[in-house]
């Protein structure tokens, strides 16, 4: 059974206002090619992505892309600032011609051109919206890395704060929004069902210019790249100590970790290696860098509790998950797949279909197409309710459990924010209570 359309194939569909592991210059990219005029405005400064105008952008485009690109001399909070302040008419210039121009507004990563303030004028002139979520925007802060990991991770009191902020934001999302695209495994402040993205995808855009030269992968000791974005969260130390205990027993690599690179030379990076070890502790199986290992032709290796969680939510075209296991099986994984050349070549080939036939950029768009259009089958749908995987992103599990006992000692279970998801919330007391860290 299908839904009956409701809505009219679109005109033209604004983007805005960031690009996440370009997925949103890849949704473009599929848009333009699917025959959808599309315009793309990216506000957020992001030093990896790869997007760049091509010669079917809009003068505003254009300007947005440059104003967004440029560097501003100084410490980072000034500099942010002095951005924000060049972009502010900007904003308002791309906002009033998405509102005179496009039928069609798809928003990203919990966010919009002005904080999701503007969402009533785009429900009072009949915009058709669609939000995307990527993860961070979803999922409590005390599932992330980024608040559990490190010497730099904030206090319960602002983790708390942080959390209500998502929830207030995520709120406003649910009750304006014509439909939410989320993962499932990060989906735990949603009330409302969603979009399941695994049933869409994460549509990769082409190679950029300078990545375009690929060279085939060279004779010598097997390649294996980690490029982190953010080392701590990503499991950095853990690949670093498996590639020289490997070393010690005599198995030769060159193993390179890069860090603060431009996205053409990890592409040619990638391309050029025969392992990639994404992060330890993912919630997905492919995530932005793990889909351009996977578009190159180069195997992967994923960790995350999530492998354990994920079966419930797979699409009907399943996921190649043979290189995703949880943490601790890790090493053993990377050793497998330094020594078994016929396992790198399997799992490489399975991505590499897979994601050519699901997760292209033009065949997402299509699927997005039918999100926009309102004709898509209800399996496409997912409930929040049925979310109880709690492990999160970018820390082990027994950081998210000391933070959420560090939070519910300060400030009760309902500071968690997830009352409205029994079940997760009792697994999450449940295991607290079986924790030394009650």
């Not at 030769?252 to 890069?258: K, S």
């Not at 960790?303 to 290189?323: C, D, N």
């Not at 490489?348 to 999100?371: G, M």
Request: with cysteine; proline share 8%; charged share 20%.
């Amino acid at each position: 059974m299908v839904v009956r359309p409701s809505f009219r194939p679109p005109r033209r569909v604004c983007i805005a206002p960031c690009d996440v592991a370009s997925y949103y210059s890849g949704l473009r990219e599929g848009l333009a090619a699917a025959g959808v005029k599309t315009w793309f405005f990216s506000f957020l400064y992001n030093p990896y992505a790869r997007y760049r105008p091509g010669s079917d952008a809009t003068w505003l485009e254009r300007a947005v892309h440059r104003a967004a690109s440029v560097r501003i001399p100084g410490p980072a909070g000034i500099s942010n600032f002095l951005r924000q302040l060049l972009l502010l008419p900007l904003r308002v210039a791309a906002l009033a011609a998405g509102l005179l121009c496009c039928d069609v507004f798809v928003l990203g990563f919990a966010m919009s051109f002005f904080r999701c303030r503007e969402l009533p004028l785009l429900r009072l002139f009949r915009k058709r919206l669609i939000f995307v979520l990527n993860g961070s925007d979803s999922r409590p802060a005390w599932m992330s890395g980024l608040y559990t990991l490190g010497p730099d991770a904030p206090c319960v009191d602002a983790i708390v704060r942080e959390t209500r902020r998502q929830l207030a934001i995520l709120g406003r999302i649910e009750r304006y929004a014509d439909e939410i695209v989320c993962h499932p495994l990060s989906a735990q402040f949603l009330q409302r069902p969603f979009v399941n993205h695994l049933q869409i995808g994460h549509p990769f855009a082409s190679a950029p210019h300078e990545a375009g030269q690929m060279q085939p992968r060279r004779p010598g000791p097997l390649r294996i790249v980690h490029a982190p974005t953010r080392p701590l969260q990503k499991g950095s130390a853990v690949f670093r100590r498996e590639i020289a205990r490997l070393n010690v027993l005599g198995i030769e690599t060159d193993y390179r970790e890069l860090t603060d690179l431009p996205n053409g030379e990890v592409l040619r990076a990638v391309a050029d290696a025969d392992l990639v070890l994404d992060e330890l502790y993912s919630d997905i199986p492919l995530a932005g860098l793990g889909t351009e290992s996977a578009s190159l032709g180069t195997a992967v290796v994923v960790g995350g509790y999530g492998s354990e969680a994920i079966a419930t939510h797979l699409p009907a075209s399943g996921m190649p998950h043979t290189h995703y296991v949880v943490p601790d099986k890790v090493p053993a994984l990377i050793e497998n797949m330094i020594r078994d050349q016929a396992l790198r070549s399997r799992t490489a080939a399975e991505n590499l279909a897979f994601v050519h036939e699901h997760w292209s950029s033009v065949a997402v768009a299509k699927k997005f197409l039918r999100i926009i259009t309102g004709d898509f089958p209800p399996d496409w749908r997912s409930d929040p309710a049925a979310v109880t995987y709690w492990q999160g992103w970018g820390s082990p599990e027994e950081s998210v459990l000391a933070a959420c006992a560090a939070i519910i000692a300060r400030h009760g279970a309902s500071a968690l924010g997830i009352a409205h998801n029994p079940s997760l919330e009792r697994e999450i007391l449940s295991r607290i209570g079986d924790s030394p860290y009650r």
